[in-house]
């Protein structure tokens, strides 16, 4: 059974920085293809940005591009999303998303970003 386990959440101000991380675990030799979602309050849950399972490929949302970075460890399967540059509007629930080799999809159970204005 493949666990995702996300930390880094918290309460930063508006312009500040964030580092969310994502450890994937279950499966030894397994590589994932890698993403983060987020859910703000009252809205639907939305792609943020992705990593391609062997860490090369990136990529992100427009509404996040310039601002956000996502980066892979493919030794421990662990994928990174440093935030910089922080907007109220990025307050949400963020999610990290595994897929493996066969196509089978993984969720963590989500950490909690606020953003103060």
């Known amino acids: 059974q493949v666990q995702l386990v996300e930390s880094g959440g918290g309460l930063a101000q508006a312009g500040g920085s964030l580092r969310l991380s994502c450890a994937a675990s279950?499966?030894?030799?397994?590589?994932?293809?890698m993403a983060w979602f987020r859910r703000a309050p009252g809205k639907e849950r939305e792609f943020v940005a992705q990593i391609s399972s062997d860490g090369i490929s990136t990529y992100s949302a427009d509404s996040v591009k310039g601002r956000f970075t996502i980066s892979k460890v493919n030794a421990d399967n662990t994928v990174y999303l440093q935030m910089n540059n922080l907007k109220f509007e990025d307050t949400a629930i963020y999610y990290c998303?595994?897929?493996?080799?066969?196509?089978?999809?993984?969720w963590g159970k989500g950490t909690l970003v606020t953003v103060s204005s």
């Open positions: 998303h595994a897929q493996d080799s066969s196509g089978r999809d993984y």
């Open positions: 279950g499966r030894t030799g397994e590589r994932y293809h």
